[in-house]
Structures are given as C-alpha cells and as structure tokens.
C-alpha cells in the first residue's frame, strides 16, 4: 500500500492550462478497472471529487477538469486557469480487495 | 440535506483508545459502502477502512489493521471506527466518506484526533 506519486507542487497563470500526474503500479492506477478518481481540497476545507473512473466527471464539475491515463500513470488538466483552482489536488487509485491508495497531493498555485 | 457528521474525536494518551461516529442524513445508508479516511497536519489523505452496505465485510490499511475496528448501524444510519492502541503518528482529522463508484463521493467536515502524552 505505498502512496501513488505525485509532483508536489504545479504552477500556472490564468488561462493557461496545468496537467498534474499520479504514477502507481499495475495494482492500482495500472489496472483495468480504471478506478482512478482526484480531489480538490481548499485550506481548511473538505475534499471534493473531481474526477472517478479516470474521466468521469459528477454533476457540477466544470468541464475544465479531465483526466486521462496511460500504463501505470493518470493525469489531471486543468484548463483555462481561474484563481479559485488554487487548491491542492490528489489522486486516488482503487487497488484491489475494497482498499484504495491516494497520492502525496500537488498544490497548485495560480500566478 | 446530504450529509454525514462526524464526532467523538479529541486528546488521547498514546495506548489509549476512543471511538469516533459518523451519522448520515439525506440519502439510504444502508445501500452504500462506507470508509475512514484521515489527513495527519500538513499532511496528504490516507484512506484507511471501507466496510460493505451490510456490514458484513471489512477492509484496512496495513498502518491500522489490528488495531481499529469498523462497525456500522444501519437502523440508526451510524458508522463507527474503533480505535485502540493509539499511536502519536494516528493524529489527524478523521473523515467519514461514502464510495459511489469507487470513489469518495461524499465527505463528512471531519473529527480532530490528537494522540499525545
């Protein structure tokens, strides 16, 4: 159960477009249940889902926000850039028998 | 309203024990599969036990396994987390999250558990 890997930290100025990625193995991210999800976490605040299944996105998510994966690694964009997006992002991976991993978690800051 | 509320957290001596609970509202508890997880200070998000609708099935992280028990009451739309043996390195804010499609849908504002002598 080691955590999924993370950059720890994005950048980016308002408009422009940031892509965070979330390297596991083939237990988790890697695996073809696709059960790789991100969260928005603001300071102080609750986590909020993002993004599940890889590039699902629940009701009320901009379309702003998508997810891919490929092999062992799922990425987060973020496109055109808002000051509200600056938060911290993390990925979670689905790694078999009802257990899960996150990642170390990526603060983004808008410039 | 959909919502989960925590409670039961606060100061403990290490080998201590405490019993944190989480009461849902809004929607059919006893149809979801419900977790723990935690976010130490400054620090990431650890999911930590997932328990099956029934209550029947129970999962955990290696860093808690042996020494937390999750349990559930559907008629009273109650999730429970067991703690014993308590360590400096369990403080955090504990969450009650609900898993829709493998993924954690819902998040209860948490519980502080601080773990010191």
């Known amino acids: 159960q080691s955590a999924l890997t993370q950059p720890r930290s994005v950048s980016g100025s308002p408009g422009q477009s940031v892509t965070i990625s979330c390297t596991g193995t083939s237990s988790d991210v890697g695996d073809d249940n696709n059960h790789v999800s991100w969260y928005q976490q603001h300071p102080g605040k609750v986590p909020k889902v993002l993004i599940y299944d890889v590039i699902k996105r629940p009701s009320g998510v901009p379309d702003r926000f998508s997810g891919f994966k490929y092999d062992n690694t799922a990425s987060l964009t973020i496109s055109g850039l808002q000051a509200e997006d600056e938060a911290d992002y993390y990925c979670?991976?689905?790694?078999?028998?009802?257990?899960?991993?996150f990642g170390g978690g990526t603060k983004l800051t808008v410039l | 309203e959909v919502q989960l509320m925590e409670s039961g957290g606060g100061l403990e001596q290490p080998g201590g024990s405490l019993r944190l609970s989480c009461v849902a509202s809004?929607?059919?508890?006893?149809?979801?599969?419900m977790n723990w997880v935690r976010q130490a200070p400054g620090k990431g998000l650890e999911w930590i036990s997932n328990i099956r609708s029934g209550g029947d099935s129970k999962y955990y992280a290696d860093s808690v396994k042996g020494r937390f028990t999750i349990s559930r009451d559907n008629a009273k739309n109650s999730l429970y987390l067991q703690m014993d043996s308590l360590r400096a390195e369990d403080t955090a804010i504990y969450y009650c999250?609900?898993?829709?499609?493998?993924?954690?849908?819902?998040w209860g504002q948490g519980t502080m558990v601080t773990v010191s002598s």
């Open positions: 809004g929607f059919t508890f006893s149809e979801d599969p």
């Open positions: 979670c991976s689905y790694a078999g028998s009802f257990t899960w991993v």
């Open positions: 999250v609900r898993d829709v499609h493998f993924a954690f849908d819902l």
